[in-house]
Each structure stands twice: as C-alpha cells, then as structure tokens.
C-alpha cells in the first residue's frame, strides 16, 4: 500500500519554514533552473544546492513519482525565514505503510551548519510524521565514523540499532 498525498502546508518553526519538493522543482533545479523558487516566495541560498542536493534530487523525484504528488514523506526544502532562502533539504525515503516506518535523511548547506538548522527541521518533521498516525517508528543511518551525526541522532532520541557495513542503524519510536 502506497501512501496518498496529503493535503501538505509548508511546516514553520522559530526559524524556518519546509516546504516539500515537487517533481518539477526537482527536474528544474537538475537543469539549473530556479524559476519556480520565486513564485513560492523563496531563493536559491549561496552555495545551494550542492552536490549532495544534486545527487539526491534523482532519487526524490523517484519517491515522488510513485505517488504523483507529495505526500509529506518524501524530501522538504528547508528555508531560512529571515532572508527566504534555501539552505537545505530534510526529509524522508519513502514511507513503509506495512510497518509504518519510513527512514530521514538531512543535509544543511555547509555555510550554514553548526547553527541548530538541521535540529529544528528534523524535529518538526518527526513530529510532522508521528502526528499523521501513520508512522510508529523512523529510521536513519550514519557512517561509523561520522561523531556529528552520531550525537546529533542521539540529542533527538534515536536508539542505535545495530552496526553494519560501515553504518549505524538507529530507530525512534512513536511513543
């Protein structure tokens, strides 16, 4: 069973606002193009999208196509509401209605790291995706050797899950 769209609003929290991608802002942003951004009300940040973004966008627009339009578990712009700009994207691999789990995933443009910008879009989209009722657990992997994302998984109360192949598996449970 595949997930439905949802009726989606973009989420807000103290700094930030999430918006989620559409398959053709994805397609637009891999042939350089920002046109859509203005008509949302938001800009390209310096330095995004990366490479990261660039090599994540085929695989969204593979989640999205499945669907046909977002439904909130796939990946989400994060926009910084003071200057409306783009500095990472947030979001979800694909939902598991079967076990209703789905796996997170995020990345902050390197200018803007260290800023507790990824901690509070993670947070409001765990609490996004618990709050549909159709998730009792999200999952995320790190590389082993990767301290930052290791604390920054526990500071959110994941449970390391087991390690293999270089990775740690982590799981937070809806509780």
Not at 12 to 20: A, G
Not at 137 to 152: P, Q
Request: hydrophobic letters at 40%.
């Amino acid at each position: 069973m595949k997930a439905q769209p949802l009726p989606i609003d973009p989420l807000t929290t103290e700094r930030l606002i999430l918006i989620p991608f559409t398959i053709k802002i994805c397609k637009n942003l891999l042939n350089n193009d920002f046109s859509d951004l203005p008509v949302l009300g938001i800009k390209k940040g310096k330095g995004w999208p990366d490479q990261d973004v660039l090599e994540t966008l085929p695989k969204i627009i593979d989640n999205l196509s499945q669907t046909g339009a977002p439904t909130g578990f796939e990946s989400w712009m994060i926009i910084k509401k003071e200057t409306s700009e783009i500095i990472g994207d947030a979001g979800f691999k694909g939902l598991n209605a079967e076990e209703k789990n789905i796996d997170i995933g995020y990345g902050i443009i390197k200018e803007e790291r260290r800023k507790g910008y990824a901690e509070e879009a993670v947070t409001e989209l765990i609490r996004w995706a618990f709050s549909t009722e159709k998730i009792n657990e999200i999952t995320a992997k790190c590389f082993l050797e990767n301290i930052n994302s290791i604390n920054f998984l526990k500071k959110l109360n994941f449970t390391e899950i087991k390690q293999e192949d270089g990775m740690i598996h982590w799981s937070l449970q809806n509780k």
